[in-house]
């Protein structure tokens, strides 16, 4: 039946015979939205993993990219989830990143990259992935900052030892499968207070140990691409990937932690800076979030332990000419 043409885009539709599918909308949703808290561990589901900057050969000339700056990580073989996570910008074997990536199916095989905001098109879309979720973040947590992105490339047997980081993660799955296993930030038989503070100040994982008999009281993912976890700051996390579910030309496992910190994840480094101080004076401070009041009191002092600590690092390091490995990254004091 003649409808008549009623606007110039359905005329020139007649003319070419077609009209092109929308561009899709690249997104994040919490599995159940009305739950969703930046203080919970949350599963999550999204379609970044159809976007055109996630395919294989583009994260392979990413990596390519990354290599020069230093960005591409190693992790050496036999790791085991209680291992001391450690990430060297030389391969194990000495491959160069293109000898890495012509060999990334081959088991084992693992590199991950780090900071990939270092490259424009992906800091736009690592924005971009956040603001799918910034009206969930800022009423609880505001003033969203460092957005980073980490992309783990890896052929199974592979895994994440147990850890902990300073940052909020929206982590997705992007390729094959992967388990994640999470744990609650406040659980402090996890987690000694002790170990937080150690870490949060000086970078040290030492007392972030893994226990097998962890395991029952941690959530456990078995994400496919398009499925992701939210976990806030300092959540113990680790990942494993077996060859079960690979098959030929499926061999890689692929996910991204999109990480970020908040004026809550900086309030909270803040009071753990002046904890660490009161622990050593042999006091046992009250955890964060546990006495708001008392929170606000701690964090402004924090802020100026932790200002102060990062100068007089950074001036013994330029007096004996070496690297400071221990100062607190800007975001997290
Ligand atoms: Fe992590």
Known sequence: MWRGISTMRDAQDMIIGWRAAPPPTFRIWAENPASFSTHRITALHHNFHEHPLFQ???????????????????MRPGLTVASTIAHDSRHPDGRSIDEHFERMEEPGASVALYNIEAIPRYQALLLAIVDTMRGSVEPEQPDIFRVNGFIFISAPPSVTPFHIDRENNFWLQLHGRKILNVW?????SIVPAEAVEDFIVTHSLRKVRFQEEFRARGHEFDARPGDGVYFPSTSPHMTSSDTAWTSPGNRVSISIGVTFYTSVTRETARVHQVNRVLRKCGLSPAYPGESPAVDALKAPVGGL???????FVDM???ARRFKPVTTPPPGSY
Do not use: I, N, W
């Open 56 to 74: 294989v050969p583009e994260l392979v000339k990413l990596g390519k990219e990354l290599a020069p700056l230093g960005r591409c990580r190693f």
């Open 184 to 188: 609650d930030h406040q659980d402090r």
């Open 305 to 311: 332990v932790g200002a102060t600590r990062s100068c």
């Open 316 to 318: 013994t390091a330029s």
